[in-house]
């Protein structure tokens, strides 16, 4: 058990909808990462928040957008969701905020849109 | 391009066997190399992480070694465990954009009975 909760930990909803998606990171972690990974593919890398500011963005859609809440829990919104939107979404915590820290990784949300 | 490529896709072993999966980058300069394990449907867990400066670094019968040089990271799995079937990231962190790490693809390895 990696101290980072997600929820929900399954989510199916249709297409043209819109999802939240939240994330829990480690007691004491200021840090949360989202990354996507389509069926069979290697992790994207989606954006990262560091105690409540955006630090990094990667790969992300327009479509998608986040946020990190005073209590460094983060939620991941999804909207007008297509079926290539259909994937595992996993967030991960760290300490400060630099890769140099190493990464703690939830259960992931496993998405299906229909 | 950063990249990171991962060989071979993947791997198909007998228990006992030993193995060593390959990284090679093109990141530079780098922060570090790390290497994760994730079973199917899990999230990823960390097996070792290496700075710039390390050549090996060990956690049980896991083995990484890094090579600057050539730019080429290496995870030997020694006397393998039907437990060890998971597939394998090599991840690197670029020293210009700590928090912007590049993910190989992974090699997905399967330990036989």
């Known amino acids: 058990d990696s101290g980072v909760t997600q929820t929900p930990k399954h989510l199916i909803t249709a297409t043209g909808q819109r999802v939240t998606l939240r994330c829990s990171p480690r007691?004491?972690?200021?840090?949360v990462y989202w990354y996507q990974q389509s069926l069979d593919q290697g992790l994207q890398f989606l954006i990262q928040?560091?105690?409540?500011?955006?630090?990094a963005k990667g790969n992300i859609l327009e479509r998608f957008s986040a946020q990190q809440f005073p209590d460094l829990h983060s939620e991941l919104n999804l909207s007008s969701l297509e079926l290539g939107d259909s994937a595992l979404y996993f967030c991960?915590?760290?300490?400060?905020?630099?890769?140099?820290?190493?990464?703690?990784f939830g259960p992931g949300t496993r998405l299906t849109v229909l | 391009k950063n990249q990171v490529e991962q060989s071979p896709q993947s791997l198909i072993i007998l228990e006992g066997k030993n193995c060593t999966l390959q990284?090679?980058?093109?990141?530079?300069?780098?922060?570090?190399l790390r290497w994760y394990k994730q079973d199917t449907g899990r999230g990823p867990v960390s097996l070792t992480i290496?700075?710039?400066?390390?050549n090996t670094k060990s956690n049980g019968r896991y083995t990484a070694t890094l090579d600057a040089d050539t730019k080429q990271s290496s995870l030997h799995i020694t006397a393998s465990q039907l437990s060890d079937s998971a597939s394998y990231i090599c991840?690197?962190?670029?020293?210009?954009?700590?928090?912007?790490?590049?993910f190989g693809s992974g090699t997905r390895l399967s330990i036989r009975p």
């Open positions: 991960a915590s760290s300490g400060n905020g630099s890769s140099y820290n190493e990464q703690f």
């Open positions: 007691s004491g972690d200021l840090s």
């Open positions: 928040y560091y105690n409540g500011e955006e630090r």
């Open positions: 990284c090679n980058y093109t990141v530079s300069p780098f922060s570090n």
């Open positions: 290496m700075t710039f400066s390390e």
């Open positions: 991840v690197v962190s670029p020293r210009s954009s700590a928090s912007k790490i590049i």
